[in-house]
Nanobody
Framework: VRVVESGGGSVQPGGSLRLSCAVS???????MHWYRQAPGSQRELVAT???????NYASFTKGRFIVSRDNVENTAYLQMNNLQPEDTAVYLC???????????WGQGTQVTVSS
C-alpha cells in the first residue's frame, strides 16, 4: 500500500492550503488520520475521518481545518485555513486499515507559515 501526501508549501499567516493524501488501494475500510510533526516536537494528531465519515479534530485546529475523503479517488484531504506560524510542521497521513489493524504512512509534506 502506497500513501503519498501533497499540497504543502509556504504561506503567509492567514493563508490557506489544501493537503491531499492519495492511497494506492481502496480506502473504503480505512480510517484516515492526519498528523503533524514540528522540529524538536513529538508527532501530534491533527484530524481523523473514519471509514464511516465521522470527523474528529485536535483542539488547536479551532475550527480552521476541515478533513474530508473521497472513496472513489481513494484520497483524503485536509483543508487548512487561517494558518499561523505555529502550524509550521511536516504533515503526515496515516491510512489505517480497520480490519487488518495496520497503518500505512506517507513521507509527509512540509507546511511553512511565515511572514
Amino acid at each position: 500500500v502506497r500513501v503519498v501526501e501533497s499540497g504543502g508549501g509556504s504561506v503567509q499567516p492567514g493563508g490557506s492550503l489544501r493537503l491531499s493524501c492519495a492511497v494506492s488501494v481502496s480506502i473504503k475500510s480505512y480510517d484516515m488520520h492526519w498528523y503533524r510533526q514540528a522540529p524538536g516536537s513529538q508527532r501530534e494528531l491533527v484530524a481523523t475521518i473514519t471509514r464511516g465519515g465521522t470527523m474528529n479534530y485536535a483542539s488547536f485546529t479551532k475550527g480552521r481545518f476541515i478533513v474530508s475523503r473521497d472513496n472513489v479517488e481513494n484520497t483524503a484531504y485536509l483543508q487548512m485555513n487561517n494558518l499561523q506560524p505555529e502550524d509550521t510542521a511536516v504533515y503526515l497521513c496515516d491510512a489505517q486499515d480497520y480490519w487488518a489493524r495496520t497503518d500505512y504512512w506517507g513521507q509527509g509534506t512540509q507546511v511553512t507559515v511565515s511572514s
